[in-house]
């Protein structure tokens, strides 16, 4: 089982850039989420699903932009980067009945 | 409210034990536990609910106390595998919530042979 796919994997733009980060997963799970992960300060949550066609915002939404047209599938775009907006970008999904979120591998962004 | 997790940081001989804290000033439905090994994706350990059931892992326990709002992870007989940085994550609601996490800052934990 692939699980949660993220790609790209790594990633540089430049400042003013968008770019659109896919998170794909094969387990039929209802709720996906985007993390950012930041040295010191955990995981913080930008967006999130409970099913197709929904999202939410999460902690820190601003400077994202999210969908979900299909289940399996959850979009994070970033339509102007800006420095800080370096990270790296975990994905994850869980499903409804208390069950923990898988992540994906993540995604280091570095905007320049 | 971010979780506040202690200690930040903690070394251990194999085959010591170790606990790491996490409390909330929020009430809580549920705690989840995450190990993550550098450069990786962080992994599910456990979850407690609200109740006392727990679901997850056979060789690691935790306990959630919940008119503190604590939970704490416990590490017997540590091995080197162990090393990794643990984060709490809790959860207020159910399904409108979508069960979404706030999670600590994390505590690293690092196994000496």
């Known amino acids: 089982n692939a699980g949660v796919t993220q790609t790209p994997k790594f990633r540089v733009l430049k400042t003013g850039q968008s770019m659109t980060l896919l998170c794909a997963q094969d387990m039929n799970h209802e709720y996906m989420y985007w993390y950012r992960q930041d040295p010191g300060m955990g995981l913080r949550l930008i967006h999130y699903s409970v099913g197709e066609g929904t999202t939410a915002k999460g902690e820190v939404p601003d400077g994202y932009n999210v969908s979900r047209l299909k289940k399996q599938n959850f979009l994070l775009g970033l339509e102007s980067a800006a420095p800080s907006q370096t990270s790296v970008y975990f994905c994850a999904s869980s499903s409804p009945g208390n069950w923990g979120y898988t992540f994906g591998s993540g995604t280091r962004l570095t905007v320049v | 409210q ?6 930040q940081a903690v070394i251990l001989r194999e085959g010591e034990d170790a606990v790491i804290n996490c409390s909330s000033s929020k009430a809580l439905y ?84």
């Open chain 2, 30 to 113: 549920s705690v989840h536990w995450y190990r993550q090994k550098h450069g990786e994706a962080p992994v599910f350990l456990m979850i407690l609910l609200k109740g006392g059931e727990q679901k997850g892992h056979d060789k690691i326990s935790a306990s959630f106390n919940e008119k503190k709002q604590q939970s704490s992870l416990y590490l017997t007989a540590s091995q080197l595998s162990y090393s990794g940085t643990y984060f709490c994550g809790t959860e207020k609601g159910t399904v409108e919530y979508g069960n979404k996490l706030v999670f600590g800052a994390g505590t690293i934990l690092r196994v000496k042979s």
């Open chain 2, 2 to 7: 971010q979780p506040v997790q202690s200690p």
